[in-house]
């Protein structure tokens, strides 16, 4: 299976601040990654889909970048409502894998 | 409403077996493939399997830490989807959730653009 791998694990940040996490993959995916808020208790929500296509409704301060095995997440400035955990995925080929998810907190 | 709600969860004991079901509501359940996803209580995402759709045979893909055990179905008449569980371990507790394969360009891609709130299963002695 392909392994997905997040960094951080943890970021501190306060409200307005702009942050990036990092997905690498364990072998090339092409473009075939998606990015999910979590929020405790909550089922996830698809932000991002194919590396850099945002998904219908989400807030364009999400954007997603990369290709290959190396990927970001975007958040260009911070909003109370975003403090979550965020999980990469793989859907290259099967089975799909998540990364091990970064939690945002507030700093 | 565009929802889906999963149910059937609860208690079993090691070796035991559980039937989850999902039923889909405000989109045209038929045309799309679906999936199961879990999580381990504070752990991460874990996708479980996929059913494809009538078009494709229903067939199905497994993660191989369920393959043997768990089978997926659908019932298109029904807007349901369904997860048996057998020969269920300790491992298998979490929360199991529903989640539809996202169609984008007439093409269903590996990614989940709709969840349902999940269900729990816990497995313990």
């Known amino acids: 299976d392909i392994q997905m791998t997040q960094s951080p694990s943890t970021l501190s940040a306060a409200v307005g601040d702009r942050v990036t996490i990092t997905c690498r993959a364990s072998?090339?995916?092409?473009?075939?990654l998606a990015w999910y808020q979590q929020k405790p208790g909550k089922a996830p929500n698809l932000l991002i889909y194919?590396?850099?296509s945002l998904e219908s409704g989400v807030p364009s301060r999400f954007s997603g970048s990369g290709s290959g095995t190396e990927f970001t997440l975007t958040i260009s400035s911070l909003q109370p409502d975003d403090f979550a955990t965020y999980y990469c995925?793989?859907?290259?080929?099967?089975?799909?894998?998540f990364g091990q998810g970064t939690k945002l907190e507030i700093k | 409403e565009v929802e889906l709600v999963e149910s059937g969860g609860g208690w079993v004991q090691p070796g035991g077996s559980l039937r989850l079901s999902c039923a889909a509501s405000?989109?045209?359940?038929?045309?799309?493939?679906m999936d199961w996803v879990r999580q381990a209580p504070g752990k991460g995402l874990e996708w479980v399997g996929r059913?494809?759709?009538?078009?494709?045979?229903?067939?199905?893909e497994y993660a191989a830490s369920v393959k043997g055990r768990f089978t997926i179905s659908r019932d298109d008449s029904k807007n349901s989807l369904y997860l048996q569980m057998n020969s269920l371990k300790t491992e298998d507790t979490a929360v199991y959730y529903c989640?539809?394969?996202?169609?984008?360009?007439?093409?269903?891609?590996?990614?989940?653009?709709?969840w349902g709130r999940g269900t729990l299963v816990t497995v313990s002695s």
């Open positions: 405000g989109f045209i359940f038929s045309d799309h493939y």
């Open positions: 989640a539809r394969a996202g169609f984008a360009g007439a093409t269903t891609w590996g990614y989940f653009d709709l």
């Open positions: 072998q090339i995916i092409s473009s075939w």
């Open positions: 995925q793989q859907y290259n080929s099967y089975s799909f894998t």
């Open positions: 194919k590396a850099s």
């Open positions: 059913t494809r759709d009538k078009a494709n045979d229903y067939t199905t």
